[in-house]
């Protein structure tokens, strides 16, 4: 049978942003019998990911959620403050659940095309745009795209590229040593030579959690050095040696910590989605559930008939308090723990969650600095002026 060439719609990455897109579209009633072709170079379902956010209203995949936390930690200059939150709760989701139940869902759908092929470039065009893949060209007058970086990425200014990189072990302890109900943000009395460095524990039961070993910095480090971090952290912080654990699960992996601005297109009628597309916080690399958002902006506007918006993920506002954090993350990284350990100490860690999903308003964000050492703010406003007077 030949195959078909030409989409209504065509999703090129199949991972949680092209995946979201596709499930907003198959749930809208102009869409969700269009023809739709989704192309990954694996459409194997993989746990390789552990996806972390926090929502306080129900949200489409909440049936997928693998663990949720009711109280945060944060530890800095050897001060733990631990907090239950009441507005929110934080969950994980594993991008091994997800994409099984996404694809199950696709493949019960006669309109939908899987492809597994490698997406090589984009063809623009004034009504139909074309995708060139190792298996064909298919074109569609919308192509969503999460897996290519844009051409013109490399044009747009930027100062500070930082990445959030780290290594993951999820370990099985022989005695009970994890609580269940409450997530280590970030432990910072943790050595500091690499950069602004962490761990990040999320507990799944008693004796099982997953722990990161995390650093923001310009520099990755090899796979020793994120081992013997996570190594020296669980004999200090739960007296467990080499042995006395199980490793079940290893996970890595590096996020953008940028102040560029993204492009929203690719090329016409080419739309980037996902971490190309911008949607990474510069400041934190929560990404996923500004993904979910968007997708549902992106079928809001096709259903209405309209281009998809090249909206930004931050406004101004936000995007210039990135551009401080990011400005002092890779400068003063002593003094980013520091501001670190006064936000969470001075200010409720739902306002916290609030501020960095990106939802309070000026009034509670003014309180929320006021809270800070001031000093830093004013040497970041001063070295990153030349952006935040250009419109950042
Ligand atoms: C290990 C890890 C943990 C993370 N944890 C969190 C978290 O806790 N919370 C949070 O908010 N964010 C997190 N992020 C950031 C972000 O949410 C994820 O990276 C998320 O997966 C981004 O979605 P995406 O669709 O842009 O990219 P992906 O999910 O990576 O999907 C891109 C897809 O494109 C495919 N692809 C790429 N190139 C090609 C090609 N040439 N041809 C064909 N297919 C191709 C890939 O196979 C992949 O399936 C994490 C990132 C990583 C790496």
């Not at 990040?200 to 039961?205: G, I, K, T």
């Not at 969650?353 to 990106?358: G, K």
């Amino acid at each position: 049978m030949e195959q078909q060439s030409q989409f209504d719609i065509i999703i090129a990455g199949a991972g949680a942003s092209g995946l979201s897109l596709m499930w907003f579209l198959l749930h809208s009633v102009k869409y969700k019998d269009s023809r739709i072709l989704l192309v990954d170079r694996t459409l194997e379902p993989v746990n390789d990911k552990t996806w972390c956010f926090w929502d306080k209203s129900d949200m489409p995949f909440k049936d997928l959620i693998y663990h949720t936390w009711h109280s945060l930690e944060v530890a800095a200059h050897d001060k733990i403050f631990t907090e239950e939150l009441l507005q929110y709760k934080y969950h994980c989701m594993r991008s091994v659940d997800y994409t099984a139940k996404m694809l199950r869902f696709l493949e019960s759908k006669p309109n939908v095309t899987l492809l597994e092929a490698n997406v090589q470039e984009f063809n623009p065009g004034d009504e139909i745009a074309e995708i060139v893949t190792s298996k064909g060209k298919f074109t569609a007058p919308w192509i969503f795209q999460s897996a290519l970086k844009p051409p013109g990425l490399s044009r747009s200014k930027m100062d500070v590229s930082l990445m959030q990189h780290f290594m993951g072990w999820e370990i099985e302890a022989e005695n009970p040593l994890f609580e269940t109900d409450k997530a280590t943000l970030m432990d910072f009395d943790v050595p500091q030579q690499n950069g602004v460095t962490f761990l990040y524990v999320l507990p799944f039961s008693e004796t099982t959690a997953l722990i990161e070993y995390t650093l923001f910095s310009g520099k990755i480090l090899t796979d020793e050095q994120y081992e013997k971090g996570i190594r020296d952290y669980l004999l200090e912080k739960y007296g467990l040696v080499d042995g006395s654990y199980k490793i079940n699960r290893k996970e890595k992996g590096i996020i953008p910590m940028e102040d560029r601005e993204y492009p929203a297109w690719y090329c016409n009628r080419v739309l980037n989605i996902g971490t190309v597309g911008g949607l990474t916080k510069p400041s934190t690399g929560y990404t996923f559930t500004r993904i979910h958002r968007h997708s549902e902006e992106i079928v809001q506007a096709l259903e209405q008939g309209n281009r998809p918006p090249d909206s930004k993920a931050s406004s101004y506002r936000f995007r210039v308090y990135d551009m401080m954090l990011l400005y002092l993350l890779e400068n003063h990284s002593a003094t980013s723990i520091t501001i670190f350990r006064e936000l969470f100490k001075r200010n409720r860690f739902d306002r916290i969650l609030q501020f960095l999903e990106e939802k309070t308003h000026p009034g509670q964000e003014i309180k929320i600095f006021s809270s800070l050492p001031y000093i830093p703010f004013f040497k970041a406003i001063w070295k990153t002026k030349h952006r935040i007077l250009t419109g950042a």
